[in-house]
């Protein structure tokens, strides 16, 4: 068993989660996730934390959640169109306790330039894709720095979860054109594995992780493709912990993270296989 570089295994994970409990399968409450959330960011993986993801149409009822003294670090989801989101905008920046950092939203077509041109300073975009429409649409967020892709990897029925090879596609379509993405949905298990329950295959977000890491490589889709269909957990781990800090830096250059409804499932999954420095390793099931 080898010894992995704590160094590689922190720019591997830093924010690699966002929280996304407030959306399917968890459907948490809003008074229920933002204190859990909170709870995280002071806890001791708050390094594996990403932003909390709020649709723009809950926006209202998060303020009154928050103490004066409190910051979050937010990502809205534009469940309301681009006018909507547009329009939220406005009242996140009169609001110093919450730190808009990115927005998501499905690509809106001829909206693009119009959205890219209003988001205010810093904020970044993620711009969500079907991969059936990957190549059409990937293109038009080519050399545009605050916009990226978005894919879904998962949902709540079988035809929502694209197989390796549509994943893979997307990966090496992203790399190819130098635009960085997210995904979402399905991926809050460390390894690609059937769900008991629905019977669903999940992707595996350390599959996802090695994934990038090949395509940002200049690898075939073919060999993309192999990485994200592993299920040997003790594996992948290995392969995790043979990469170095730049093999890491150029895998979250291209994948910038994952949403999950949970973020100690994540982090239970990366203690269970060792990938996590000072904690005790677990049989993962």
Do not use: W
């Amino acid at each position: 068993m080898s010894t992995a570089d704590p160094g590689a295994l922190g720019v591997l994970f830093a924010e690699l989660i966002d929280d996304a409990a407030l959306f399917p399968p968890g459907d948490a409450p809003l008074v229920e996730a933002v204190p859990a959330h909170l709870t995280h960011d002071a806890g001791v993986h708050s390094g594996l934390l990403g932003r909390f993801l709020c649709p723009v149409s809950q926006l209202a009822a998060l303020k009154p959640l928050l103490d004066e003294d409190e910051g979050l670090r937010l990502g809205l989801i534009a469940d309301t169109g681009v006018d909507g989101l547009l329009a939220a905008f406005s009242g996140v920046d009169d609001d110093d306790r919450m730190i808009l950092e990115a927005v998501e939203i499905r690509h809106p077509g001829e909206r693009l330039e119009d959205l890219e041109r209003r988001l205010p300073y810093g904020v970044e975009a993620y711009i969500e894709i079907a991969p059936a429409d990957m190549r059409s649409l990937l293109p038009t967020l080519t050399g545009r720095e605050l916009l990226h892709a978005k894919l879904r990897t998962g949902g709540l029925s079988a035809e929502a979860f694209p197989t390796p090879l549509a994943v893979a596609e997307f990966l090496v379509g992203c790399a190819d054109l130098e635009v960085g993405l997210k995904a979402t949905a399905g991926l809050h298990n460390a390894v690609r594995h059937t769900d008991a329950e629905t019977g669903f295959a999940h992707h595996g977000f350390l599959n996802v992780l090695l994934a990038a890491e090949r395509a940002g490589g200049g690898a075939e889709i073919e060999d993309v493709a192999a990485l994200l269909a592993l299920t040997d957990g003790a594996d992948l781990a290995e392969r995790v912990k043979a990469l170095t800090v730049e093999d890491t830096a150029r895998t979250r250059d291209l994948f910038h993270g994952f949403g999950s409804c949970s973020f100690q499932e994540p982090v239970d999954d990366l203690a269970g296989l060792g990938l996590l420095p000072g904690l005790p390793t677990v049989h993962a099931g």
